[in-house]
T-cell receptor, first 109, second 117 residues
Framework: GQNIDQPTEMTATEGAIVQINCTYQ??????LFWYQQHAGEAPTFLSY??LDGLEEKGRFSSFLSRSKGYSYLLLKELQMKDSASYLC??????????WGAGTKLIIKP | GAVVSQHPSWVICKSGTSVKIECRSL??????MFWYRQFPKQSLMLMAT?????????EQGVEKDKFLINHASLTLSTLTVTSAHPEDSSFYIC?????????????FGPGTRLTVL
């Protein structure tokens, strides 16, 4: 079956760096997405990786290793507004998004 | 950028009534739209894939006669929850695929919170 694993919850301090890991097993691979979702709101797109390596976008970076079925989202210079759930999703061979359960990130002052 | 709207943002209804939720792509054409449901503290669950001009494809366990989907144009898909019950209370989110951007672009609407009394 298809499976996306990510930690349920993480806590970090304002100004620090946090890495959220995601491992996946899917039928086919057409890219991996990271979304941010604040409570009561719809997800917003953060990043897309289809080739191995690191994609940097401001304070956020996303890494992919297809051979390991592994990705991480790196958040630098954490701000209180970064408190949210972070969803990892993989697009399978049918171009369907397979979603992880999300990682709730709590930022403390 | 690509914008997807949903209407209404929230709705409260009595048990047994039907509720229609609209999903519109405002500045792009979407041949495919997706309907998701999200219960509190859970991840998104794909309910169905809606293709313009054809019948929707429902995920296993989703009743097609209860959740009616109509994708009449390249910019509008509707989800009707028929004979709603309290267990249907959830956050419903649509997303749309931008033809011009290719298969790997999917944009989300703001969601509709449904509460069935």
């Amino acid at each position: 079956g298809q499976n996306i694993d990510q930690p349920t919850e993480m806590t970090a301090t304002e100004g620090a760096i946090v890495q959220i890991n995601c491992t996946y097993q899917t039928s086919g691979f057409n890219g991996l997405f990271w979304y941010q979702q604040h409570a009561g709101e719809a997800p917003t797109f953060l990043s897309y990786n289809v080739l191995d390596g690191l994609e940097e976008k401001g304070r956020f970076s996303s890494f992919l290793s297809r051979s390991k079925g592994y990705s991480y989202l790196l958040l630098k210079e954490l701000q209180m507004k970064d408190s949210a759930s972070y969803l990892c999703a993989v697009m399978d061979s049918n171009y369907q998004l397979i979603w992880g359960a999300g990682t709730k990130l709590i930022i403390k002052p | 950028g690509a914008v997807v709207s949903q209407h209404p943002s929230w709705v409260i209804c009595k048990s047994g009534t039907s509720v229609k939720i609209e999903c519109r792509s405002l500045d792009f054409q979407a041949t495919t739209m997706f309907w998701y449901r999200q219960f509190p503290k859970q991840s998104l669950m794909l309910m169905a894939t809606s293709n313009e001009g054809s019948k929707a494809t429902y995920e296993q366990g989703v009743e097609k006669d209860k959740f009616l989907i109509n994708h009449a144009s390249l910019t509008l898909s509707t989800l009707t929850v028929t004979s709603a019950h309290p267990e249907d209370s959830s956050f419903y989110i649509c997303s749309a695929r931008d033809i011009a951007a290719g298969y790997n672009e999917q944009f989300f609407g703001p969601g509709t919170r449904l509460t069935v009394l």
